[in-house]
């Protein structure tokens, strides 16, 4: 029951998301809405494909996508007063996906943990659904992923997967072992966010060459007199 309502706060909170990227991209209607399907269900889509969990995520739950839509639709109306609160449009975004990143990163873990896969596949599960809608999401909107920037993005899903796991086979109850993965993990992304916490970065700059030492240099032509 508590997974079942924690989906749905993730559902909505990642369609926010989605909208809200739209919206800064200055989207129609139904932008919004595509764009608010991809961090809300593009994810377990991948996850569903991958691990041949069929029927897919929003074939088996058509109600889904409906929910999606009205959130999106609602976060056109609500934006205003979001921003009215707190002017920082960086803040917000960061905050509700760090809540979704955690929450479906926790429903990835226990999908392949109920197909009968061991912790590599669903750390893996848990990254593609936590993670990878909204890399769909941040590539339809022309930017490049969070999860390939400075971000301890991907690692977040795998130490949740980890610590659900973990507690897991500690023999704690199911409802205690999300409340305990869901407070530790987003705390840990809020902490990664506000103290900019990341991986190395690979900065690489090429030299810049003239056109002229791009080009071959050609031999030059003999001149031939006319005898």
């Known amino acids: 029951m508590l997974l079942e309502v924690l989906f749905y706060i993730g559902l909505i909170v990642e369609a926010m998301t989605g909208a809200l990227s739209a919206g800064r991209e200055k989207m129609d209607i139904f932008g919004v809405i595509v764009i608010a399907f991809m961090p809300a269900l593009g994810g377990g889509l ?6 041949g969990n069929y029927p897919v995520n929003f074939i088996a739950n058509p109600h ?3 929910i999606v839509a009205v959130t999106a639709l609602a976060t056109i109306f609500i934006a205003p007063l979001i ?18 990143l955690i929450l ?4 990835g873990t226990q999908i392949a943990l109920e197909m009968g896969f061991g912790l590599t596949v669903a750390s893996i599960s848990a990254i593609l659904t936590g993670a990878f809608g909204g890399v769909l999401r941040d590539i339809l909107c022309n930017r490049i992923p ?3 920037q400075k971000e301890l993005y991907a690692f977040i899903a795998f130490f949740t997967a980890c610590l659900y796991i973990g507690l897991q086979h500690l023999g704690l109850s199911i409802n205690l072992t999300v409340m305990i993965t869901l407070t530790v ?3 840990f992304r809020l902490l990664a966010i506000y103290f900019s916490w990341g991986f190395p970065v690979f900065d690489y700059h090429e030299e810049e060459m003239s056109p002229k030492e791009i080009m071959p240099r ?6 031939y007199k006319e005898k």
Do not use: A, Q
């Not at 991948?46 to 691990?51: G, Q, V």
């Not at 479906?104 to 429903?107: C, D, E, Y």
């Open 104 to 107: 479906f990163s926790i429903f």
């Open 83 to 100: 921003t009215h609160f707190n002017r920082s449009f960086r803040t917000v975004f960061l905050v509700l996906d760090g809540l979704g």
């Open 64 to 66: 889904w996508v409906l």
């Open 46 to 51: 991948m996850r569903d494909i991958i691990l």
């Open 185 to 187: 993990g987003f705390i």
């Open 146 to 148: 969070l999860i390939f």
């Open 218 to 223: 050609l031999p030059k032509r003999r001149k």
